[in-house]
T-cell receptor, first 113, second 121 residues
Framework: DAKTTQPNSMESNEEEPVHLPCNHSTISGTDYIHWYRQLPSQGPEYVIHGLTSNVNNRMASLAIAEDRKSSTLILHRATLRDAAVYYCILRPLGGGANSKLTFGKGITLSVRP | EAQVTQNPRYLITVTGKKLTVTCSQNMNHEYMSWYRQDPGLGLRQIYYSMNVEVTDKGDVPEGYKVSRKEKRNFPLILESPSPNQTSLYFC????????????????????FGAGTRLSVL
């Protein structure tokens, strides 16, 4: 499986933008880039995903480098509720065993009031 | 409201006493999966199911059984629990877009339950 590398932790101030980086230099052409987050004492929660183009949704934006070897999850205005572990995951195209999400250690995001 | 419901949320048991953790989803999803989460090891897949009566092993299936008799339910069974199965367990589900007889594409978004914290003494 292609691997992702994320910093262990980041800190942010409330209401400021947060950029969470992810490196995936061995990504293949059919790997989708997914982000999930896990709030304290909860199950993982889908945030966003993309293949080649930048993506926006109500929760966040995903910026994907042109060579696809890295990506950045952008939270436009961090709130205290955004404090969580954020996982960057590569997911191959296809079903069956390819539906598995391979979680790394993720980035622990702390948000200061 | 779209939900994946696990029960119980917390369970303390003793070695060898059979237990079942239930998982139910209300989204008519074909795909369901069980993960366990351990400190330093992250989430690892135990078993998954692509549809009713279709199940397969994930990365860490030893000591676990599953069944998929109905589309909405995917129980995790520990026939003889041991202390190394003390962990936090998550059930997840997602839907497929059917592309043909031998090729399925997951719709990409997986929904997770709130977790079951199991302690085996």
């Amino acid at each position: 499986d292609a691997k992702t590398t994320q910093p262990n932790s980041m800190e942010s101030n409330e209401e400021e933008p947060v950029h969470l980086p992810c490196n995936h230099s061995t990504i293949s052409g059919t790997d989708y880039i997914h982000w999930y987050r896990q709030l304290p004492s909860q199950g993982p929660e889908y945030v966003i995903h993309g293949l080649t183009s930048n993506v926006n949704n109500r929760m966040a934006s995903l910026a994907i480098a042109e060579d696809r070897k890295s990506s950045t999850l952008i939270l436009h205005r961090a709130t205290l509720r955004d404090a969580a572990v954020y996982y960057c995951i590569l997911r191959p195209l296809g079903g069956g065993a390819n539906s598995k999400l391979t979680f790394g250690k993720g980035i622990t995001l702390s948000v200061r009031p | 409201e779209a939900q994946v419901t696990q029960n119980p949320r917390y369970l303390i048991t003793v070695t060898g006493k059979k237990l079942t953790v239930t998982c139910s989803q209300n989204m008519n999803h074909e795909y369901m999966s069980w993960y366990r989460q351990d400190p330093g090891l992250g989430l690892r897949q135990i078993y998954y199911s692509m549809n009713v009566e279709v199940t397969d092993k994930g990365d860490v299936p030893e000591g676990y059984k599953v069944s998929r008799k109905e589309k909405r339910n995917f129980p995790l069974i520990l026939e003889s629990p041991s202390p190394n199965q003390t962990s936090l367990y998550f059930c997840a589900s997602s839907s497929y877009t059917y592309q043909g007889p031998n090729y399925l594409i997951a719709k990409n978004i997986q929904y997770f339950g709130a977790g079951t914290r199991l302690s085996v003494l």
